[in-house]
T-cell receptor, first 113, second 114 residues
Framework: AQSVTQLGSHVSVSEGALVLLRCNYSSSVPPYLFWYVQYPNQGLQLLLK????ATLVKGINGFEAEFKKSETSFHLTKPSAHMSDAAEYFC???????????WGAGTKLIIKP | GAGVSQSPSNKVTEKGKDVELRCDPI?????LYWYRQSLGQGLEFLIY????????KSGLPSDRFSAERTGGSVSTLTIQRTQQEDSAVYLC????????????FGSGTRLTVV
């Protein structure tokens, strides 16, 4: 069965530091993978997606993620954190059976001044 | 429409009352999803509509919850005899059939049962 695991319910980084949010998936076939961001009191917004093209995917707000098949990972990174990046981030994998998304539990990113 | 629209944005109701939450998906999106997000929690899947197929209701937490989608477009989530534990943000999302573009979410309805 396909699944998604996000390591760390909370990640805290200093402003200007590297952001690394971890996502591992399980899938028997090449997956479609997504990262979403949820700012306080808002819905979820698509950050970026991997759909079997380039393994390094660039998204909005300076975020990017690299698909690594050997590690079954799709970690989200940003070179320099801004205060405005404080939000909750969700990783998801698309089911092959009915195209629904399976969601990770989310990681809350905290930015320290 | 340009995005997924949910109404109302906020709803306060008394315990035991029925509530209806509305979702208007992006025009042409055949798939529609309802999720619940309790305070500080992740996404809890509720129900999934795909075109004219029978909906996947496997996530509905009790028989007090029901949803319908009329004409393949607007959806209504109904909660009967609301309980305090129903307090949460209810999110709706839509997508094209195969989902390769991911979901587009509405801003949610914050339900408070007092």
């Amino acid at each position: 069965a396909q699944s998604v695991t996000q390591l760390g319910s909370h990640v805290s980084v200093s402003e200007g530091a590297l952001v690394l949010l971890r996502c591992n998936y399980s899938s028997s076939v090449p997956p479609y993978l997504f990262w979403y961001v949820q700012y306080p009191n808002q819905g979820l917004q698509l950050l970026l997606k991997y759909t079997s093209a380039a393994t390094l995917v660039k998204g909005i707000n300076g975020f990017e993620a690299e698909f690594k098949k050997s590690e079954t990972s799709f970690h989200l990174t940003k070179p320099s954190a801004h205060m405005s990046d404080a939000a909750e981030y969700f990783c998801a994998v698309r089911l092959d059976s009915n195209y629904q998304l399976i969601w990770g539990a989310g990681t809350k990113l905290i930015i320290k001044p | 429409g340009a995005g997924v629209s949910q109404s109302p944005s906020n709803k306060v109701t008394e315990k035991g009352k029925d509530v209806e939450l509305r979702c208007d998906p992006i025009s042409g999106h055949t798939a529609l999803y309802w999720y619940r997000q309790s305070l500080g929690q992740g996404l809890e899947f509720l129900i999934y509509f795909q075109g004219n197929s029978a909906p996947d209701k496997s996530g509905l937490p009790s028989d007090r919850f029901s949803a319908e989608r009329t004409g393949g477009s607007v959806s209504t989530l109904t909660i009967q005899r609301t309980q305090q534990e129903d307090s949460a943000v209810y999110l709706c999302a839509s997508s094209p059939r195969t989902g390769e573009y991911g979901y587009t979410f509405g801003s949610g309805t914050r339900l408070t049962v007092v």
